[in-house]
């Protein structure tokens, strides 16, 4: 009796040890997040619903593990790793989770470099990730002004363009561009849409984001200026709401296809109501991260030196150049080629739809155009080419 008693007692504690075990092992498969971990949850999913993440990694940057083999099952003790902008992973009702053993928690797959898709430039910037921007609401971006929606990552670089098109210096920063196989955001003046529209069309036939930048570079604040027509310094008296539309409607029509709802106030000066008003009209408004100041220069090197300190102060950031500046055009080559040496990679801001224009301010800007000597038809119905 005592050695059967004694049998059963070992019995059962022999039960007890594998059933503690497993138990152990499925608590430590389910990580606790710290606060600090889930204080970042909570800013991250405030702008998921404005910045969606739809590409990551397609230029020149070498391929992730999982795209080349399907990833291995986590491991009991490593935690799952979700990226920012991916939906919550659950396991579906009835699944049981399951520890993978020891030994395929290290057994990573092998990554191999993809071949460089950037002709000509096997070290070029390319573009990191690909952002969807849904600007329902008029979402504001660039932390000048604007502190919801942070959503680069250090390191992490928009390139932004103001006050184009313009002959020479804006097609020297498309080629800069185009050898990095990389993207931008262009802000245009409305009246420099419509001295230059075959530039424009190649700023959007390129696939980078066409904003707007009023008619003629206007400070919204006020109600009088004055607007360079044609070489002529006129003094001019305006509504900030005529010049916001004149200037969408003219970039709309110069660039002949869909643009993108976005829009940067000339000088940053960004009155109340006419934030509101923007986003009414569902169209995202940008300030920047940093400024480089390139207007107040006049040699490349002082263009590349002022946004690569600011850069190396601020880890990352939205950043505001001109493509009318010619030291910003000789510099943009070199600028990204630091960039790259840097380390930096670009994010672009692909708009989730594009703007929409009024049919009044297209109406007169078309009657402006006419008065004016202009031709609103597009070239293509003007000139065509019957032989060749």
């Known amino acids: 009796m005592r050695l059967a008693a004694m049998a059963c007692a070992l019995v059962i504690i022999m039960w007890v040890a594998v059933f503690g075990a497993i138990l152990s092992q499925r ?15 909570a800013t991250e999913g405030s702008s998921r619903a404005v910045v969606t993440t739809v590409e990551e990694e397609r230029v020149t940057a070498p391929l992730a593990a999982s795209a080349i083999n399907p990833p291995a ?11 920012q902008n991916s939906p919550a992973l659950a396991a579906p009702p009835g699944a049981q989770m399951t520890a993978a053993p020891p030994a395929q928690a290290s057994a990573a797959p092998p990554s191999a470099p993809a ?11 390319g573009v990191s990730r690909v952002v969807e921007i849904d600007t329902t609401g008029g979402p504001g971006f660039g932390f000048e002004h604007f ?28 080629a800069a561009l185009a050898a990095h196989c990389t993207k931008a955001i262009f802000f245009p003046i409305g009246l420099h ?13 390129a696939g980078h984001a066409v904003g707007s930048h009023t008619w003629c570079h206007q400070d919204l604040s006020k109600t009088k200026g004055h607007c360079l027509t044609n070489g002529k310094v006129q003094t001019v008296e305006y509504k900030p709401i005529d010049e916001i539309e004149k200037g969408i409607s003219a970039v709309h029509w110069a660039v002949g296809g869909p643009t993108a709802p976005y829009f940067r106030f000339p000088a940053l000066r960004q009155p109340p109501e006419l934030i509101e008003y923007l986003g009414k009209r569902n169209i995202g408004i940008f300030s920047t991260d940093f400024d480089s100041f390139d207007f107040k220069m006049r040699k490349p090197e002082q263009v590349r030196q002022s946004v690569m300190t600011r850069l190396k102060k601020f880890g990352k950031g939205i950043i505001l150049m001109h493509d009318f500046q010619h030291a910003t055009a000789e510099a943009s080559m070199d600028l990204l080629n630091e960039l790259k040496a840097g380390g930096y990679k670009v994010v672009f801001m692909k708009p989730k739809f594009s703007v929409t224009t009024l049919p009044q301010y297209d109406d007169l800007l078309l009657k402006e155009m006419k008065t004016s000597g202009g031709d609103s038809r597009p070239t293509s119905s003007v000139v065509r080419t019957i032989s060749e």
């Open 193 to 205: 849409a419509t001295y230059e529209p075959g530039i424009l069309k190649q700023v959007a036939a």
């Open 73 to 83: 099952a986590p491991s009991a003790t490593a935690p799952i790793v979700v990226s």
């Open 115 to 125: 071949a460089s898709s950037c002709p000509g430039n096997p070290n070029a910037l």
């Open 27 to 41: 608590s430590s498969a389910v990580p606790i997040p710290s606060t600090s971990q889930a204080q970042a949850a």
């Open 147 to 174: 502190k919801t929606h942070d959503f680069l990552r250090e390191g992490e670089v928009v390139l932004t363009f103001d006050d184009g098109p313009w002959p020479k210096n804006t097609p020297a920063v498309l």
